[in-house]
């Protein structure tokens, strides 16, 4: 199961993206989610899916690590995609009807918004696996903490809010190193985990409630563990904090943000 999360874990290259300033990565990452988000084209999705490969090359990650972290949302994709395949039903713009019978109705507008609706959600876990992979746990802290900074003028906790968003990201690949722990725990007691087909996804989803409740004890376990140990180092939330680590911009810095945004505008304004 680990093997197919991909958020959440750091993988080393010293590629030129990991050597990004944290600030500037955050930022080009953001703006190109929300351009994937906005983009409903078929050559458009296809150009932000090659551009999602071309970074796991120059992040020098392999890019199986990318597709393992499909693998666990394939369900979720499957179910998304029936639900507007059957009930989306909108034409326009001189759309075509597929098969119209009683409340379900096919056409070619539901069929394009589960193809689009697809590649969306496969670039965005491409996406989240590069910048995951490719920044570390501080690294992610301390850029979120400088890009939300101007929030602090209306008194946002912008500090609390980034260790909270950090820690949920960190603590990910550890659930599911706990998560599978179990699972075999229970195998070794005659309990039937992942032999089902895969297609049968309400079935494989009731094998799991017998993991839930020890997985939600694990959980707290550790968020004590975690408390213990951020107030034997006397950390007070909201008090005033120096930072170690300064940031400063480089041309690479630059250049990666503006890359971002053309990349974004040629998906967009582009007639694909």
């Known amino acids: 199961m680990t093997r197919n999360i991909t958020i959440g874990q750091y993988l080393p290259t010293a590629s030129v993206v990991h050597r990004l300033d944290p600030r500037f990565k955050l ?25 999602c490969i071309w970074m796991f090359q120059i992040s020098r990650i392999p890019l199986h690590y990318g597709i393992s972290g499909i693998k666990p949302a394939i369900p979720f994709i499957i179910i998304l995609a029936i639900m507007q395949l059957l009930f989306y ?38 996406l989240s696996s590069v910048l995951t992979l490719s920044t570390s746990t501080t690294e992610l802290t301390h850029g979120m903490e400088r890009l939300l900074g101007p929030l602090e003028k209306v008194k946002f906790p912008v500090h609390a809010f980034a260790l909270i968003i950090t820690i949920a990201v960190r603590f990910v690949p550890t659930f ?17 985990f992942g032999t089902g087909e895969w297609w049968r996804i309400i079935q494989r989803t009731k094998d799991m409630f017998p993991i839930i409740i020890p997985l939600f004890n694990v959980a707290l376990s550790r968020a004590e563990d975690l408390i213990l140990a951020m107030e034997a180092r006397c950390y007070t939330p909201g008090a005033a904090r120096t930072r170690y680590t300064q940031y400063k911009a480089v041309g690479k810095d630059y250049v990666a943000l503006i890359a971002s945004i053309v990349i974004s505008v040629i998906m967009l304004a582009i007639p694909w």
Not at 33 to 41: E, H, K, N, Y
Not at 113 to 122: D, E, G, K, P, Y
Not at 176 to 192: H, I, L, N, P, V
């Open 27 to 51: 930022g080009a990452f953001v703006i190109l989610i929300l351009a994937i988000a906005i983009c409903d084209t078929y050559v458009g999705n296809l150009f932000a899916l090659a551009i």
């Open 89 to 126: 039903g909108e034409v326009v713009n001189g759309g075509t009807v597929y098969l119209k019978y009683g409340f379900i109705t096919i056409t070619s507008e539901s069929v394009r918004l589960v193809i689009v609706s697809a590649m969306r959600f496969v670039e965005v876990i491409f």
């Open 176 to 192: 599911a190193m706990e998560m599978e722990k179990m699972m075999k725990a229970q195998a070794s007691r005659g309990a039937d």
